[in-house]
T-cell receptor, first 115, second 116 residues
Framework: NAGVTQTPKFQVLKTGQSMTLQCAQD?????MYWYRQDPGMGLRLIYY???????DKGEVPNGYNVSRLNKREFSLRLESAAPSQTSVYFC??????????????FGPGTRLTVL | AQSVTQLDSHVSVSEGTPVLLRCNYS??????LFWYVQHPNKGLQLLLK??????LVKGINGFEAEFKKSETSFHLTKPSAHMSDAAEYFC??????????????FGRGTQLTVWP
């Protein structure tokens, strides 16, 4: 099993450009998440998808959109990138059915710089 | 409402000495609690988790944490630090019921430095 995979690993954008971060999991998890990590802030939830066909906003959704393409894939789109979106982005997945199964598994991250 | 406070942003220890990383939480219901570790330029790895079974939880690499409901704490300890333990550690709380089931709430992290 590859677990959670993310592409690309690194990206540099100019202000105003758009891009999509891709995430896929092969663990048959029903829930998927996008976080951003900034120094001294921990991880903050951008959007999540509790199950295929549903998406919800997290703590910091402004400037982002998501698509749960199928059970395996969950993409994050920046329509018009801003320097404030320079961050490390992590995708995660979990089986959310009972309390003991809500451990999340994380991808390796995408390091995004917006100039 | 759920929240996590990691009481130290940086902790420095000498190799072979004990490690204590402190975490307090608030939660509307009985929570699940986790510690994740992040080595430089890596993703997050689960260290250990508490899900209402034993209050003393053992994790990987010799770490353990004790859930103390009366103190709303979940401190992470290790008897003897190793150089490879140098990393950032995140305390995390998750609700076990309700509309936010499964969502994680992260502390701001504690950077552990281990001196030779």
């Amino acid at each position: 099993n590859a677990g959670v995979t993310q592409t690309p690993k690194f990206q540099v954008l100019k202000t105003g450009q758009s891009m999509t971060l891709q995430c896929a999991q092969d663990m048959n998890h029903n829930s998927m998440y996008w976080y951003r990590q900034d120094p001294g802030m921990g991880l903050r939830l951008i959007y999540y998808s509790a199950s295929e066909g549903t998406t919800d906003k997290g703590e910091v959704p402004n400037g982002y959109n998501v698509s749960r393409l199928n059970k395996r894939e969950f993409s994050l789109r920046l329509e018009s990138a801003a320097p404030s979106q320079t961050s490390v982005y992590f995708c995660a997945s979990s089986y959310t059915g009972t309390p003991s199964y809500n451990e999340q598994f994380f991808g390796p991250g995408t390091r995004l710089t917006v100039l | 409402a759920q929240s996590v406070t990691q009481l130290d942003s940086h902790v420095s220890v000498s190799e072979g000495t004990p490690v204590l990383l402190r975490c307090n939480y608030s939660s509307s219901y009985s929570p699940s609690l986790f510690w994740y570790v992040q080595h430089p330029n890596k993703g997050l790895q689960l260290l250990l988790k508490y899900t209402s079974a034993a209050t003393l939880v053992k994790g990987i690499n010799g770490f353990e944490a004790e859930f103390k409901k009366s103190e709303t704490s979940f401190h992470l300890t290790k008897p003897s630090a190793h150089m490879s333990d140098a990393a950032e550690y995140f305390c995390v709380v998750s609700e076990v019921r309700g509309s936010t089931l499964g969502r994680l709430y992260f502390g701001r992290g504690t950077q552990l430095t281990v001196w030779p």
